[in-house]
Nanobody
């Protein structure tokens, strides 16, 4: 089992930045692929970014490429999502997820464990 707790969400003006953190506890964090997803009201949960267990492979959604960055610190059991140049359309609940599989990188079903989510609201 892995427990995930997100933090760092909030209200920010368009063009601003936020850094989300996801602290993991339980089984060995460094053995999991980690991902960030988001879900806006009335929409399906969508992939944002993922990073492999060692941090040398990163995947970023085209919708946030060039603005968001994912990173991890295995010594701190934490994964981060740095969000810059935020837009109102980035408003959503952001979820951290962990996977012990090498499949389904971009899919909700590819992840075994989920955090409770953190709200990000970008005002225009």
């Amino acid at each position: 089992q892995v427990q995930l707790v997100e933090s760092g969400g909030g209200l920010v003006q368009a063009g601003g930045s936020l850094r989300l953190s996801c602290a993991a506890s339980g089984r060995t964090f460094s053995s999991y692929r980690m991902g960030w997803f988001r879900q806006a009201p009335g929409k399906e949960r969508e992939f944002v970014a993922a990073i492999n267990y060692s941090g040398d492979r990163i995947y970023i959604s085209n919708s946030v490429k060039g603005r968001f960055a994912i990173s991890r610190d295995n010594a701190k059991n934490t994964v981060y999502l740095q969000m810059n140049s935020l837009k109102p359309e980035d408003t959503a609940v952001y979820y951290c997820a962990a996977s012990d599989s090498n499949r389904g990188i971009f899919e909700v079903k590819g992840y075994n464990y989920w955090g409770q989510g953190t709200q990000v609201t970008v005002s225009s």
